[in-house]
């Protein structure tokens, strides 16, 4: 059965893994983001990786070992001896809120009491949870098989609260 896992890479070693699984026809996905490095001499825009050493995979698990045999591969994240899956509505979520970087900023992992949807706008259907930060809402979006977040700016009147716990979607 194919799920998304995410996989932790060798330090800077994301795009060249992105590449060898590409290769191989994985389904892969890496979260880039734009950010401005300066240097002595210059400043240069350059793609880096939203969640560093990590990238999404999509396969089965029973081979897993080809995934782990590529080069630039650490491990497959584990939670407890099981593998993380990361459910594909949160793949989604992910690529969506990276068509529209403006207002997307890494959140430290938290645990939603409530689950949301947005309901208008461009991130109509994405599902998460509403933190408020000075007085501006933000829609975070948790990843779980990486323990991390991110969050976008939203109106509050854009979202639906929806019964069922995030651990259900």
Same mark, same amino acid.
């Given at each position: 059965?194919?799920?998304?896992? &995410? ?10 893994? #992105?590449?060898? @699984? =590409?290769?191989?026809? +994985?389904? !892969? #996905? @890496? ?9 002595? =001499? ?8 939203? #969640? %560093?050493?990590?990238?999404? &995979?999509? #396969? ?10 590529? =080069? ?10 099981? %593998? &993380?899956?990361? %459910?594909?509505?949160?793949? =989604? ?9 403006? !207002?997307?900023? @890494?959140?430290?992992?938290?645990? %939603? ?5 947005? !309901? ?38 854009? @979202?639906?609260? +929806?019964?069922?716990? &995030?651990?259900?979607?």
């Amino acid at each position: 059965m194919m799920h998304w896992y &995410a996989i932790y890479t060798k330090p800077r070693a994301e795009k060249k893994v #992105f590449e060898r @699984l =590409d290769e191989k026809k +994985i389904e !892969t #996905f @890496l979260p880039l983001v734009e950010k401005v490095r300066i240097w002595k =001499d210059r400043k240069k825009k350059l793609e880096m990786p939203l #969640f %560093p050493g990590y990238l999404f &995979a999509k #396969f089965d698990y029973k081979n897993r070992f080809d995934i782990l045999q590529t =080069d630039g591969i650490v491990k497959i994240i584990n939670f407890r001896s099981v %593998p &993380a899956v990361v %459910p594909d509505w949160q793949i =989604d979520s992910l690529r969506r809120l990276l068509e529209h970087p403006e !207002t997307l900023q @890494l959140e430290n992992a938290m645990q %939603p009491d409530d689950l949301v949807e947005v !309901t208008e706008g461009p991130f109509k259907g994405i599902k998460g949870c509403v933190r408020t930060v000075k007085d501006v809402s933000r829609l975070v979006i948790i990843i779980e098989g990486l323990q991390q977040s991110v969050s976008v700016e939203i109106e509050s009147v854009f @979202l639906k609260k +929806i019964k069922e716990a &995030a651990a259900k979607v």
